[in-house]
Structure formats: C-alpha cells, structure tokens
C-alpha cells in the first residue's frame, strides 16, 4: 500500500524559512516523480513544484522560483521542499503527491497518490 505522511509545517513570519518532508513508502521511490501542492479551503489545489523520477529535473510555478527549492533522497525514500522568503499569501495546506511516471507534471490530475497534507501559516 503506498503512503505519503507530510511533516514540516507551522507557523513562520513574512521572509521566514520552513522545510516540509514526505515519507513515501510502498512502491519503488526513486522511479517515481513526486510534487508539491498547496490547497486554500474553496480554492484549487495548486502546483508548486515536481521533480523527476531519479531527479533529474525539477519544476516549480513561477511566483516560487528562486525561493523553494524541492529535492529527494532516494536512499530515504523522502522528498524535501525547502521554502524561504517566505510570504503571507502562501498560508495554505501543502500536499506530497506521487505519480507512477517518472516524469514530472504541474498537473493535479496526473498525481496517483497523496498525503493528507501539513498546514503552512505566514504571519506579516
């Protein structure tokens, strides 16, 4: 059975710095590509970042490049998203996705499994 369990979220100021871990269990990782999601309530979930099956490449929207950085450890089976700069807009619900392909998408209905989601809350 595949699981995704989040962890790393909180409450951090405007500018501040917070890394959210997922744990992925079930199937071979390091084949898989994995992505970042967040979800405000009445709202679409939203693409922040993917990255490739063995790593290869990575894919962020645009308002987060140059300030979340995702990155995996196969030997963890744990895919990292490190967020700095941090800004109160981005207050949301971040979600771990997994999709059987090893290429990366922006795409939510492309994502097989997720997690249950670590709430992130910037304060200004």
């Known amino acids: 059975q595949v699981q995704l369990v989040e962890s790393g979220g909180g409450l951090v100021q405007a500018g501040g710095s917070l890394r959210l871990s997922c744990v992925a269990s079930?199937?071979?990782?390091?084949?898989?590509?994995m992505a970042w999601f967040r979800q405000a309530p009445g709202k679409e979930r939203e693409f922040v970042a993917a990255i490739s099956g063995f790593g290869g490449r990575t894919y962020y929207t645009g308002s987060v490049k140059g300030r979340f950085t995702i990155s995996r450890d196969n030997a963890k089976n744990t895919v990292y998203l490190q967020m700095n700069s941090q800004k109160p807009e981005e207050t949301d619900i971040y979600y771990c996705a997994r999709r059987r392909s090893t290429s990366g998408s922006a795409y939510y209905k492309e994502y097989d499994y997720w997690g249950e989601g670590t709430q992130v809350t910037v304060s200004s």
């Open positions: 079930g199937r071979t990782f390091s084949i898989d590509a």
